[in-house]
């Protein structure tokens, strides 16, 4: 069996492209349920989001697998496979692996380790679970992942230092009051990065918006999307009063602030602190500004120095997630490499039953006379000795599947043991179980029976 990934993201396809390979909230539902009846697949799981979109498969072979996933795609989203061929990644075994851990901790995320794309990994997986289109691999693999996700972003800073202009205001603001609850945030101009600072600050317990803008109908239609109050630039002396934090990009030529204008306002407010980021270019508030006591202001330059030193922390920190994601992919790989054992163990014990129940046989017949006790003392006896001369060699066959060569292994006990015809039949039995719950779970009664479950 072989694990493969098949997608494609922000970093290999632009957004027109991505757009085309969106599955929607039930139609994902209905894709897991025609792709875990393809052939060749025996589980599949779909991640999608705004900046991905990803298909795992378990599959027989891998170049059948990745064959018809694509065949998959290209069917369920109605495009030409030479249409997106150049922008799908394809990863297989290892890699595939190594590329989920990555994914589930943020580091392939286009903001190096957020964590809403866990969260997200976490409800496919669930989603694929109670569609039953997961097995033992996955079931393994992913909840993996998502644990370990969660110990990468709880032991290191991969996620602690903020890595945008936007969120380096806010990390700024908490040092300062350390709570946004309660307090006033005043929008100096109606520039698009002001209002995302402003939207972050919203988000993060400013409970209060005030714009302030030479024209006051775009003020109004800003101040609208945080049920705030708008006023033109001649009321910013007033506005300044009620304000805790104040964002300003106004696109003027000249300062719009400065020391003398600010002084006797902030005599009016007791010199209760306020926090100004200046995002303008050229800059709005003028440097005098920190001549003020309880006044802090940060421009653009200060915010992306914070967003240099975060983003270089947050790549420290990934490089020691590296060495933790290859332990994880060194612990996966052993377990799934003894999954291939289970069966020959399974063939092994089958036979060796049947050559102990045969032999059992031939003692009733050449020993009518026997007591009921005594065939039983006699029938324990030997079944010890069938087990106990299993034992060494399943031990082994154990720890050699988890070397380099763990194939070559399996292959050489099956032959040695000449197990090839149960394992052949124990498989058609398991392909002609799997084809009945198959052809149950797409009935209409299955397919209702799924949904209530």
Known sequence: MDILVLGLNYKTAPVEIREKFTFSDDGTERALHLLSQTKSIAECVIIGTCNRTEV??????ANVGRDYTLRFLAEWFGVDKASFREHLYIKENEQAIDHLLRVATGLDSMVVGETQILGQVRDAFLQAQQLRTTGTVFNTLFK??????KRAHTETAIGQNAVSVSYAAVELGKKIFGSFAGKTVLIVGAGKMSELTAKHLHANGADSVLVANRTLERAQLLAQKFKGDACTMEQLP???LAADIVISSTGANGYVLGKQDLAPIMKQRRHRPLFMVDIAVPRDLNPDL???DNVYLYDIDDLEGIVASNVAERSREAERLDGMIAEEIVAFTSWYQTLGVAPLIAALREKALGVHGEAMRKIENKLPNLTEREMHIIRKTTKGIVNQLMHDPVVRLKEMAAGRKGDDVLEIFTEMFALEEILTRNEQEAAWTKE?????SSSPEGVLASQKS
């Open 56 to 61: 795992y498969v378990v599959c027989d072979q």
């Open 144 to 149: 993996q992942a998502i644990t370990f996700a």
């Open 238 to 240: 007033q506005a300044l």
């Open 290 to 292: 920190h001549d003020l």
């Open 436 to 440: 009945k719950n198959t052809k149950q």
